[in-house]
């Protein structure tokens, strides 16, 4: 209650002070009416956004931009990617892509990371640290997660490709992880809630026979890489997060055919697989909650 009761006090800003957003606006003009609403869901005991995760009109742009930059160089591996590739290869795609477009790539030496972009193979789960020795075979599924700073701003995306001719199998599990990100996009909604997400991508995971990583999921991203809240998929509906207008956040969930459980390499700390060595799954969007629905910012 004293949590609630502070960000309530929080809130009291003249109405004829300048916005908190820093739009230079009054605030009975700007983020007043908004606020008020938030209150009344914070009142009511919801988990309610801090205003830090609550972006401006132009903030969105410029994630919008920075976006840009991620469509272009997950397009521009979709281009080249092939048996034979290695995974460094696709490295140098993103980073090139991402410099000449005056970018940043976020993953390199982002907490010790080595590389620029996360190459995630069959059972790798996420966070694949790409290299001249992986190479890519006929059959392979991969995954290809690339995030971006531009002028300060991220953005972040995945995408899972086919190398040659797949098993039925890995097409399938492709393919409903698709769907699953595809249901929770519909589910994104101004005062709809983060538990919503996860409760369809866990309904149609489970019907289609697959499980759902636990440990990692979805966050906030925007003016930091990852900032609140952690998105899990193990969720109901009505529950978790509270959506408001101007939330940026991933929808990114991690689809196993096997067990749900995973491991890390304890020798380079990053590559996270599946513990009984079946192949997983994971597409990943970055939208914006906006003032009727949802804007799609990467895929
Ligand atoms: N791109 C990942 C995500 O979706 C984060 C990877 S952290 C890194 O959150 F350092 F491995 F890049
Ligand atoms: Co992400």
Avoid at 9 to 31: A, F, L, T, V
Avoid at 58 to 81: H, M, P, T, W, Y
Wanted: charge should be negative; glycine fraction near 10%; charged fraction near 25%.
């Amino acid at each position: 209650m004293d949590i609630i009761r502070k960000k309530v006090n929080e809130m009291k800003i003249g109405r004829n002070d300048p916005c908190w957003c820093g739009s230079g606006r009054k605030y009975k003009q700007c983020h007043e009416a908004l606020d008020r609403k938030i209150e009344r869901y914070a009142l009511e005991g919801c988990i309610v956004p801090p205003r830090e995760i609550i972006k401006t009109p132009e903030q969105i742009e410029g994630i919008r931009q920075s976006a840009k930059v991620n469509i272009a160089c997950l397009d521009e591996v979709a281009k080249k990617i092939g048996p034979g590739m290695s995974t460094q290869e696709i490295d140098d795609i993103v980073d090139k892509v991402t410099r000449d477009m005056g970018g940043i790539p976020a993953p390199l030496n982002y907490e010790g990371f080595p590389k620029s972009v996360c190459t995630s193979v069959n059972d790798q789960v996420c966070h694949g640290i790409p290299s001249e020795d992986v190479i890519l075979q006929e059959g392979d599924i991969i995954n290809v997660d690339c995030s971006t700073i531009l002028n300060g701003y991220y953005s972040d995306s995945s995408r899972m490709f086919c190398i040659g001719e797949v098993s039925e199998e890995k097409k399938k599990l492709i393919q409903v992880t698709k769907e699953c990100c595809d249901l929770a996009l519909k589910e994104v909604k101004p005062w709809g809630f983060m538990g919503d997400l996860g409760a369809v991508v866990m309904e149609h995971a489970t019907k289609n026979g697959y499980t759902v990583v636990r440990e990692i999921g979805g966050h906030g991203c925007g003016l930091e890489f990852h900032e609140e809240p952690w998105i899990g998929y193990h969720t109901n509906r009505g529950e978790e997060m509270l959506l408001v207008p101007g939330m940026t956040f991933t929808i990114e969930p991690m689809v196993n055919a096997g067990t749900q459980k995973i491991y890390t390499d304890q020798e380079n700390g990053w590559e996270v697989y599946t513990l009984d060595g079946e192949p997983s799954a994971q597409w990943e969007y970055q939208v914006a909650v906006t003032e009727s629905g949802v804007e799609i910012l990467t895929y």
